[in-house]
C-alpha cells in the first residue's frame, strides 16, 4: 500500500490548489473569473496547463499499452503527426478565437458560432453533439485512475474505488477553483509527470540490465513477430494523420485559448508544444515496447501468453472467447506493473502520482462541459438574466457533479482499451467537426445549414461505427472480416481494432464527408447579414 498512499498524498495536494484558487477568487463569483479565470494566465500556466489539459490517459497509458501490443510504430501514429499538426493549429485557430473572443466577449465556442452564423438553436445541436463527443475523453481519464491505483496497490485499492478516488478529486478541485484551479493543477501536474516521465524510463530500464540488452532481448523474441511495422497498413497510417485536428475541435482546449492574457503567449505554446510532446510519449511508448521483453513478472507473461494464442488459435475461437483474451491482453497498465516490479515502494509511488497527474487532466473536460451548458443553454435561454451570475456558477457547479457521477458509472463498464476508446470516439468525432471551426473563421460563404450538416454528419458516424461495433464482432488478429465489397473492392471491414473504410479508419471519411457538406450546403443556402461578416473579415 505504500505507493498508493503516496499517491493518495498527491491527490490531496491538488485538492488544496484547488481550494487554494477558490479562496484566491473567493468574493468575485463572476462567470468570466470561474470559467475562464478573467483570461488572465501568464504564459508559463498557460503553456503547460494547455499542454497538460491534452496529454491526459491517452497519453500515458493508453500510448505505453498500444506499444506493448503493437510496437514503436505507436510513437509514428500519434506523437510525431500530433508534433506537427497541433501546434500549426493552435497558432493559426487558436489565436483567432482568442483574438474574436476578447474582442466580442465569447466564452465557449458554440457562443462563437451563434454569433458568426445568427443560429440560435442549430447553436444548441452543437453543443449537445460535443457534449457528448466530449463524455468519452473523460471516462477515459476515470478508466486510467481506476488502473493506476488498482495496479500500484497490487489489487488492494479495487479498480471501481480507485476510479472513485480520482472522480471525486478531479470533482472537488473543479468545483471549488473553476479554471484557476484547473490550469494550477494542470501546470502543476504537467510539470511533474515530465519528470518523472524520465525518471521512469531510467529506472525501468536500469531494472532491464540496460537499454541495449533490453532491445536484443526484444529482437530475439518470440513476441517480435507480433511488433512488426507491416501489421500497420499504409492507409491506417496515413488515417492517423486526421486525428490531430481533433485537438483544436476540441470544446476544452479552445476555451484554455481565451483564457491567456496576451496573444504573444501563443508563440512560446507553439515552440515548446512539440518538445513536450517528444518528452511524454517517447518514454511510455518505449517503455510499452520493451515490456515485450520481460520474463520475470507473471502479469506480463500472462498478456504476453493471451496474445500469442489470440493470434494463432484466435479465429477458432468464439467471439466472446476473443473478447476475454483481448482483456487479458491489455497493455493500459503495463507500465505500472513495470513501476512496481522495478522501482524501489517509495519511488513506485512518487512516479505513480506522476502517471496519475496525467490520468487526471480530464479535469478541463469535465470544466469545459460546466462552461457550455452554462453559457450555451442556462444563460442562452435566459438563466443569467432571470437568476444571475452568481446562480449562473452555482448551476455550473452542479452540472460537475452530474457529468463526473454519470462518466463513473459509464467508465465502469466501458469494454475498450484507453486507446481505441479515445482513438474510435473522442478524437473521431471531433476531428470531424474541425471543418466547422475552420469554416466559422476563414470561410465568408460558410452559414449555419452547413454547420448543421457537418453536426448531423458528426453524431451520424460516430453512432453508426459504434453500432457497427457493437453488432459485427472483432475478428481475430489477421485479415478484417469483410462487411461490404462492391465491385469486389473492400469497403467497409471490420477490424480487430475497429473498423476500416476502404483500408482507412472512419475518421477520414467523415472528416473529408464533413468539408465537402460545409462546402456544399453553404454554396446552397443564404449567407449571414454583411454586417455580422463584418464582424470577422472587416472589409475582406
Known amino acids: 500500500m505504500i505507493p498508493a498512499i503516496v499517491v493518495f498524498l498527491y491527490l490531496a495536494t491538488v485538492l488544496y490548489i484547488g481550494i487554494f484558487a477558490f479562496r484566491r477568487a473567493k468574493g468575485k463569483e463572476e462567470a468570466e473569473d470561474y470559467f475562464l479565470a478573467s483570461r488572465s494566465l501568464g504564459p508559463f500556466v498557460f503553456l503547460f496547463s494547455l499542454f497538460g489539459t491534452n496529454m491526459t490517459a491517452f497519453?500515458?497509458?493508453?500510448?505505453?499499452?498500444?506499444?506493448?501490443?503493437?510496437?514503436?510504430?505507436?510513437?509514428g501514429l500519434m506523437a510525431s503527426s500530433s508534433g506537427l499538426v497541433i501546434p500549426l493549429t493552435i497558432f493559426l485557430v487558436g489565436t483567432r478565437v482568442w483574438a474574436l473572443g476578447k474582442k466580442h466577449g465569447f466564452m465557449t465556442p458554440v457562443q462563437m458560432f451563434r454569433d458568426r452564423w445568427e443560429c440560435s438553436h442549430i447553436g444548441t445541436v452543437i453543443f449537445v453533439v460535443q457534449a457528448v463527443l466530449l463524455v468519452p475523453y473523460i471516462i477515459i481519464g476515470i478508466m486510467g485512475g481506476g488502473t493506476t491505483l488498482y495496479t500500484i496497490s497490487d489489487g488492494t485499492v479495487p479498480f471501481w474505488f480507485g476510479g472513485a478516488i480520482v472522480a471525486m478529486g478531479v470533482m472537488s478541485y473543479v468545483f471549488f477553483g473553476g479554471m484557476r484551479g484547473t490550469a494550477w493543477v494542470n501546470t502543476f501536474q504537467t510539470v511533474l509527470f515530465l519528470c518523472f516521465g524520465a525518471i521512469a524510463l531510467i529506472v525501468i530500464g536500469v531494472g532491464m540490465g540496460g537499454f541495449s540488452s533490453a532491445a536484443n532481448a526484444i529482437q530475439n523474441s518470440p513476441m517480435a513477430s507480433l511488433l512488426t511495422r507491416e501489421r500497420i497498413s499504409p492507409y491506417y497510417f496515413f488515417s492517423y494523420t486526421f486525428i490531430p485536428l481533433s485537438a483544436i475541435a476540441f470544446p476544452h482546449i479552445l476555451i484554455f485559448c481565451l483564457t491567456a492574457r496576451k496573444m504573444a503567449q501563443f508563440k512560446k505554446t507553439v515552440i515548446f508544444y512539440p518538445i513536450c510532446i517528444l518528452a511524454i510519449w517517447l518514454p511510455c511508448v518505449f517503455l510499452g515496447v520493451m515490456a515485450n521483453r520481460v520474463t520475470d513478472i507473471p502479469e506480463i507473461r500472462q498478456k504476453q501468453e493471451a496474445r500469442r494464442v489470440l493470434a494463432t488459435q484466435g479465429?477458432?475461437?468464439?467471439?466472446?472467447?476473443?473478447?476475454?483474451?483481448?482483456?487479458q491482453a491489455a497493455g493500459d497498465d503495463v507500465i505500472m506493473v513495470l513501476l512496481k516490479h522495478y522501482a524501489p515502494l517509495w519511488l513506485a509511488g512518487l512516479l505513480g502520482a506522476g502517471i496519475m497527474a496525467a490520468v487526471m487532466a480530464s479535469d478541463s473536460q469535465i470544466l469545459a462541459l460546466s462552461t457550455m451548458f452554462t453559457e450555451d443553454v442556462f444563460a442562452f435561454y435566459g438563466g443569467k438574466t432571470r437568476f444571475g451570475e452568481h446562480v449562473q456558477v452555482q448551476t455550473g457547479r452542479i452540472f460537475i457533479i452530474l457529468i463526473t457521477l454519470f462518466a463513473y458509472i459509464v467508465a465502469l463498464r466501458a469494454p475498450e482499451t484507453i486507446f481505441e476508446l479515445a482513438i474510435q470516439y473522442a478524437f473521431s468525432g471531433y476531428a470531424a467537426l474541425s471543418p466547422l471551426l475552420i469554416a466559422a473563421l476563414f470561410w465568408k460563404g460558410s452559414t449555419k445549414w452547413g454547420a448543421l450538416?457537418?453536426?448531423?454528419?458528426?453524431?451520424?458516424?460516430?453512432?453508426?461505427?459504434?453500432?457497427?461495433?457493437?453488432?459485427?464482432?472483432?475478428?481475430?488478429?489477421?485479415?478484417?472480416?469483410?462487411?461490404?465489397?462492391?465491385?469486389?473492392?473492400?469497403?467497409?471491414?471490420?477490424?480487430p481494432g475497429g473498423t476500416a473504410v476502404f483500408g482507412f479508419m472512419p475518421v477520414v471519411p467523415m472528416v473529408i464527408?464533413?468539408?465537402?457538406?460545409?462546402?456544399?450546403?453553404?454554396?446552397?443556402?443564404?449567407?449571414?447579414?454583411?454586417s455580422t461578416l463584418a464582424k470577422y473579415f472587416g472589409g475582406r
Not at 315 to 327: G, H, I, S, V, Y
Not at 513 to 530: D, N, Q, Y
Open 315 to 327: 479465429k477458432n475461437m468464439a467471439p466472446e472467447q476473443r473478447d476475454e483474451l483481448r482483456d
Open 513 to 530: 464527408g464533413s468539408a465537402l457538406l460545409m462546402i456544399v450546403v453553404s454554396l446552397a443556402t443564404r449567407k449571414p447579414a454583411s
Open 59 to 75: 497519453a500515458i497509458l493508453g500510448s505505453s499499452g498500444h506499444a506493448f501490443s503493437n510496437g514503436i510504430v505507436t510513437f
Open 453 to 495: 450538416a457537418v453536426t448531423l454528419w458528426t453524431a451520424a458516424t460516430v453512432v453508426a461505427v459504434a453500432v457497427l461495433q457493437a453488432v459485427v464482432p472483432a475478428p481475430a488478429p489477421g485479415p478484417a472480416t469483410v462487411l461490404w465489397a462492391p465491385g469486389g473492392v473492400e469497403a467497409l471491414s471490420r477490424t
